[in-house]
């Protein structure tokens, strides 16, 4: 049988700082280049069809650039275990190499039983870092400084010969995927994937788009266009991180940036350091990372079906939370702070536990990244111990972020020729005032699913009584311990109960998608 190397790739579709591929090609073997559509993942509750498109499309992208060496990647459907087993019925497999995924549970699962399938039979698996995330990391000492580290590593080039790679036949293996036909279309609005798209959007951020970065991160239409809009190409790993902050570094002295660069190279850090808290601790996947904070949820949730599938679908009647549900159905895409503002309301307001919206949000955002989710969303839901409590009011958002109501009008058609400060509140309206701007009667906008002020002043008392208790302290402390490095001045600051001030001002997280 003929001998081969396997280079499995997961979340890293690119063909360029790809240590995996690296040192695969450093061997004197074939190699062939691995994608698995497993039908656990297709079906999981966390994907939808949006992803599975990008990813198509990122592999047809590194086919186009394998096509001068008459070669594919190599594109399998099946369980990962019985995929593997099919090839080494007709090769002779001598290593595979992939990166280390900090996924589901599932995944981690799939990967300790794959990892036993290969010892029995004598296969090498080589498993490389992804980013700077350091696997089973116990505590955070020395964690920023080996950070910086990885980042500033050389990139070295990867050359392919016409024998460096052998394509699968995937019939011959009995494991053939074809994709469904709505993967093979683009949608409307929504980024396409592959490393080559990718590039174009980081040329475009340096040479057009990122001077205004700073200082339009936060409004829900300016964010479109003035962040870099890098994030589901690195969440599937058309680019490295690695890349992304050199090219960062190149651009340092340019006239004008420095303010954007600064925010940006924050914003890179910070991926993988929630990232890691994931790594450190994944059962935060199901439950509160603060256990303390899981008695609350069972105690106190309303868990009102009614009112999370009126969150779900835009249709609250609060116009801001609507338009960006909306917006994200469509488009995959919001930034940062209307997806804080998404969480807070689901979990604030409507008084909802987070693992009811977490993975309707998960199958929206374009740049689902498990590592990001989990801790980012349990920071905006208010149970962690560790950060402040923010309770975003989605009248001030709006009245603040989209002053001019755009955003509103553009998502919203029932509210189209309502003008602020009315666009606002139109709860508030006359009922002259509604006919004019031509609302009917049964709107839901002037009949909200709830009173905001009401239930922003209901979570206060429930989140801020309950954070005071000695068991949720304990956890905070433990938590502090596990996921903050004892040397840093944030740490010192959290000790004496000023971690969430000078973090929210100083360093923003980073599913700020970027």
């Known amino acids: ?223 479109r266009s003035a962040c870099t809009r890098l994030s589901p190409y690195l969440a599937w790993g058309n680019l490295s991180l690695r890349q992304v902050y050199q090219a960062l570094l190149s651009h340092w002295n340019e006239p004008g940036f420095r303010r954007s660069l600064i925010a940006l190279s924050a ?55 609507d338009a960006c549900m909306r917006c994200l159905i469509h488009t995959g895409y919001i930034n940062f702070r209307m997806r804080a503002m998404l969480v807070s309301f689901l979990t604030h307001h409507l008084n909802i536990d987070w693992r009811y919206g977490v993975t309707h949000l998960a199958q929206l955002f374009l740049d689902f990244e498990p590592g990001i989710h989990y801790p980012q969303f349990q920071m905006q839901a208010g149970v962690t111990g560790t950060n402040t409590i923010r309770i975003y009011n989605p009248t001030k958002q709006a009245q603040e972020k989209d002053p001019d109501g755009e955003f509103i009008h553009k998502w919203i058609n029932e509210l189209a020729l309502v003008p602020p400060p009315l666009l606002f509140e139109p709860w508030k309206m006359t009922p002259m005032e509604s006919a004019m701007y031509q609302l009917s009667s049964d709107s839901c906008y002037l009949s909200p699913i709830i009173d905001v002020d009401l239930g922003a002043k209901q979570a206060r008392e429930r989140l801020w009584s309950w954070r005071k208790r000695d068991d949720v302290k304990a956890e905070s402390a433990r938590i502090l311990a596990r996921h903050v490095s004892t040397k840093s001045s944030i740490n010192n600051k959290a000790k004496s109960g000023n971690l969430s001030k000078s973090s929210s001002k100083k360093r923003t997280s980073p599913k700020e998608p970027i």
Not at 103 to 129: C, E, M, Y
Not at 279 to 288: I, K, L, P
Request: aromatic share 12%; charged share 20%; proline share 4%.
């Open 1 to 223: 049988m003929k001998k081969i190397n396997i280079v499995w790739f997961k979340r890293d579709l690119r063909l360029s700082d790809h240590m995996p591929l690296e040192n695969a090609l450093a061997q004197d073997l074939p190699i062939v280049l691995l994608y698995i559509f497993e039908p656990m993942l297709l079906k999981d509750e966390h994907y939808s069809e949006r992803h599975w498109r990008f990813i198509w499309q990122s592999l047809q992208d590194i086919n186009l650039k394998l096509k001068h060496l008459d070669q594919e990647i190599t594109i399998l459907g099946g369980e990962t275990e019985a995929c593997f087993e099919a090839m080494q019925n007709l090769y002779q497999i001598n290593a595979v190499y992939s990166h280390q995924e900090i996924g589901l549970n599932k995944t981690f699962q799939r990967d300790k039983n794959l990892a036993v399938w290969l010892s029995n039979k004598g296969i090498a698996w080589h498993q490389f870092p992804q980013g700077a995330v350091i696997r089973g990391a116990t505590n955070r000492d020395g964690w920023d400084k080996h950070w910086y580290k990885v980042m500033r590593e050389p990139i070295a080039p990867i050359t392919f010969t016409h024998t460096s790679l052998l394509t699968l036949n995937s019939e011959r293996l009995k494991c053939q995927f074809t994709p469904p036909d709505p993967w093979l279309t683009k949608t409307g609005g929504m980024q396409t994937g592959g490393s080559t798209l990718a590039w174009q959007t980081l040329d475009d951020f340096f040479s057009r788009r990122g001077k205004n970065y700073y200082c339009s991160i936060s409004s829900p239409t300016a964010s």
């Open 267 to 321: 914003r890179l850090h910070w991926h993988c350091h929630f990232i890691q808290k994931f790594e450190s601790e994944c059962e935060m996947e199901f439950r509160c990372v603060n256990r303390a904070y899981d008695a609350l949820l069972t105690q106190n949730s309303s868990n009102n079906m009614t009112l999370l599938d009126a969150w779900k679908t835009g249709n609250t009647g609060v116009p801001l939370v």
